[in-house]
């Protein structure tokens, strides 16, 4: 069984995304004893196991990025939500200007790594954000 506390933490944890909470469910009941309740330890080893069996995947896009979208990859991760082209945010993250952030925005969502709601940005692949989070930390 699970508490509803740790049933929220992995639906929350895939970004509510249904393929992958199908699959860290069943990966979390496969590490989860036959006679006992799920404890957070066998949902964080569940979230590793689907973070690794993806990490070929992952690494074969991550490969594939300019020295600048993992910049700008970097400063979405740090928490900045907006404001990408303050001077302050470019000066941190190494970028060279707006019209390259601009740029690799587009270039990002070409390639199917955030999508653009407004002026809001986010992961297309919540399991990919916890994997650059855990490389780029």
Not at 101 to 124: C, H, P
Request: aromatic share 10%; proline share 2%.
């Amino acid at each position: 069984s699970i508490s509803a506390e740790l049933a929220a933490d992995l639906v929350e944890s895939v970004s509510r995304h249904t393929q992958y909470v199908q699959h860290l469910a069943h990966l979390a009941f496969y590490f989860t004893p036959e006679s006992g309740t799920m404890t957070a330890a066998e949902l964080e080893q569940s979230i590793q196991t689907l973070i690794k069996d993806n990490q070929p995947l992952f690494q074969s896009e991550f490969e594939q990025l300019s020295k600048q979208q993992v910049a700008f990859l970097r400063m979405l991760m740090s928490g900045v939500t907006s404001g990408f082209t303050k001077s302050e945010n470019l000066k941190k993250f190494d970028l060279n200007s707006s019209a390259a952030v601009s740029k690799i925005l587009a270039a990002l969502e070409k390639k199917d790594i955030i999508d653009r709601y407004g002026t809001e940005v986010n992961f297309t692949d919540p399991v990919f954000r916890l994997w650059l989070n855990r490389i780029l930390s």
